[in-house]
């Protein structure tokens, strides 16, 4: 099993919809979580931290379910500038982190 | 303005020609590392950096070198290169406070190489 899965996609989803991503986890021990964003093969950029009592940012919210080890980004109202590969990123409380493989997002006019 | 930088941005080179891509961040971050991205296998972390003279090896170091001499530069090193090297190689940056808690990473904007 990988340490951090998603699903790869793509989500294609019209302007204005609301779409849900998953990202599941296997070490029980990790603390740190997030969300980064990358446009095709730029650099990720972080889109949110994820944190533990949830967090909302604008038209995107973040979740955390420890019980069963994954995270969740929600994304309302979505617009065509958020077409972009979502990657989960998640720390165990050491110096490394580990990246899904990322999810792609197309929204279409 | 906060910054990651990479050089080169591209570079096609031979097998067995050593060869180094750069890295410096102006952020004063104690923690730097380095990741490869391939199709369909993600971001994969080969080598990082908690701080001046203190590296380990992330999952993929086969092949690679890296050295942290000072704090804003953490250059990786290719000394034969190969053609299973050929990939997308991203630096990246952030504030370490020692702890458990880990912090955004800033990322460079990204090496293609090719190596033939």
């Known amino acids: 099993r990988k340490e951090v899965e998603q699903d790869p996609g793509p989500f294609n989803v019209p302007e204005g919809a609301t779409v849900a991503f998953n990202c599941t986890y296997s070490?029980?021990?990790?603390?740190?979580f997030f969300w980064y964003r990358q446009d095709c093969r730029k650099e990720p950029k972080l889109l949110m931290s994820v944190y533990s009592s949830g967090n909302e940012d604008g038209r995107f919210t973040a979740q955390l379910n420890r019980a069963s080890q994954y995270i969740s980004l929600l994304i309302r109202d979505s617009k065509l500038s958020d077409s972009a590969t979502y990657l989960c990123?998640?720390?165990?409380?050491?110096?490394?982190?580990?990246f899904g493989t990322g999810t792609r997002l197309k929204v279409l006019a | 303005e906060a910054q990651v930088t990479q050089n080169p941005r591209y570079l096609i080179t031979v097998t067995g020609k050593k060869l180094t891509v750069t890295c410096s961040q102006n952020m004063n971050h104690e923690y730097m590392s380095w990741y490869r991205q391939d199709p369909g296998l993600g971001l994969r972390q080969i080598y990082y950096s908690m701080n001046v003279e203190v590296t380990d090896k992330g999952d993929v170091p086969e092949g690679y070198k890296v050295s942290r001499k000072e704090k804003r530069n953490f250059p990786l090193i290719l000394e034969s290169p190969s053609p299973n090297q050929t990939s997308l190689y991203f630096c990246?940056?952030?504030?370490w406070g020692g702890g458990t808690e880990s912090y955004e990473q800033y990322f460079g904007p990204g090496t293609r190489l090719t190596v033939t």
């Open positions: 070490n029980s021990a990790s603390q740190s």
């Open positions: 990123v998640v720390n165990a409380g050491t110096y490394k982190y580990i």
């Open positions: 990246a940056s952030s504030f």
